[in-house]
């Protein structure tokens, strides 16, 4: 298990691309292969949007992201004191219901469900969220080319 790095900004979606980059930056230093790291960057992008607006719907308030190396995995905890929500019991989409007819929302929970190899959800002791997501890596120096 490698060291526990985090980052904690105001839930504001200019803050995104500071997100971006923290995740980037520390897979990047555990030698996550670069693939993995754009998934890995598009799940927490995803989540953390989803934070932002409709957990905390544009209010103040603050998002950390915390990411280690776990064996052979990259696990990214998000934690937030946004309203309770568990992602991990949306329903999957109906993807064969045309555009027009599916509900609103949803999508940005799928997508990381098919990114991320696990994805675990429970209220803190301070009642917040906490959202664990594991993405099995690929590391880069493990690669035979």
């Known amino acids: 298990m490698s060291k526990l790095v985090s980052l904690r900004v105001a839930a504001d979606v200019g803050q995104l691309g ?11 230093a555990l030698h996550v292969d670069p693939e993995t790291i754009y998934d890995l960057t598009l799940a927490v992008n ?13 209010q103040p308030g603050e998002i950390e992201i915390a990411l280690r190396r776990q064996g052979d995995a990259i696990e990214i905890q ?4 946004a309203r309770l929500f568990d992602p991990t019991r949306v329903p999957a989409p109906d993807l064969t ?5 599916r509900p609103f929302g949803g999508m940005g929970v799928h ?11 429970r209220v803190t002791p301070e009642s917040g969220n906490e959202l664990t997501l594991v993405k099995r890596a690929i590391m880069a120096h493990d690669r035979k080319e």
């Open 97 to 101: 219901l045309p555009l027009h007819k």
């Open 46 to 58: 995803e989540v953390a949007t989803n934070i932002m607006v409709h957990g905390y719907r544009s």
């Open 18 to 28: 500071a997100i971006r980059a923290f995740v980037e930056q520390q897979a990047q």
């Open 78 to 81: 998000l934690h937030d004191q």
């Open 111 to 121: 997508v990381t469900r098919q990114i991320v190899d696990a994805m675990r959800y």
